[in-house]
């Protein structure tokens, strides 16, 4: 039972470098999340999905882009990273939105 | 939209003291407040969540309030050991369609042995 599976766990970027996160869950779940996580700040919505083929802007979506080609993928894009960019990512599912979410075990990426 | 705010920031106890961790939220229309723990290098984890129709919830050493008048909840966890150290966080959503989870900013709990 692997729940929401994030890769990579770690990475270290160049400023201005691209790279791809990849969230997977085997829960059927319809809403996916992604999250970053900066000290004191508490978990901040970047972008989220409520079903295949959508996307939608959280809270800070500037410098990110997603996608939801399948219901149990979600991945989260960086196309010219930047230092503000380091933090730890999560991503999570859930049944329906504002409900119980489940997460995955972070991405700690470090924009150099 | 909703505004959510957590005190303490960081709380430090010693072993079998309570902790409690407070909450207040903004958006009237909220409804569901869950409480995650978070373990060093590892992904938030729900351990207990209420809903507005009822204004207090227990499971074993945890439990949660909630004062819908005043637009407040609290965690409240009873003798306290080493391995509840962790970050908690609460949150608010409408609890319906539509609706994301609003976090607050996280309470960093140290349970001194």
């Known amino acids: 039972n692997a729940g929401v599976t994030q890769t990579p766990k770690f990475r270290v970027l160049k400023t201005g470098q691209s790279m791809t996160l990849l969230c997977a869950q085997d829960?059927?779940?319809?809403?996916m999340y992604w999250y970053r996580q900066d000290p004191g700040m508490g978990l901040r919505l970047i972008h989220y999905s409520v079903g295949e083929g959508t996307t939608a802007k959280g809270e800070v979506p500037d410098g990110y882009n997603v996608s939801r080609l399948k219901k149990q993928n979600f991945l989260l894009g960086l196309e010219s990273a930047a230092p503000s960019q380091t933090s730890v990512y999560f991503c999570a599912s859930s049944y329906s939105g504002g409900l119980e979410a489940f997460f995955g075990q972070g991405t700690r990426l470090t924009v150099v | 939209g909703e505004n959510v705010e957590q005190h303490p920031s960081t709380l430090s106890v010693q072993e079998g003291d309570s902790a409690v961790i407070k909450c207040t939220y903004s958006d009237s229309a909220s409804n569901y407040f869950p409480w995650y723990k978070q373990e060093l290098g590892k992904g938030p984890q729900l351990i207990i969540d209420?809903?507005?129709?009822?204004g207090e919830k227990k499971d074993q050493r945890i439990a949660v309030t909630l004062n819908k008048t005043a637009k407040h909840f609290s965690l409240h966890i009873t003798e306290t050991q080493p391995e509840d150290s962790a970050v908690y966080f609460c949150a608010a959503s409408r609890g319906n369609a539509g609706n994301m989870l609003t976090f607050g900013g996280g309470t960093r709990l140290m349970v001194k042995p």
């Open positions: 829960m059927n779940h319809e809403y």
């Open positions: 209420i809903r507005s129709n009822v």
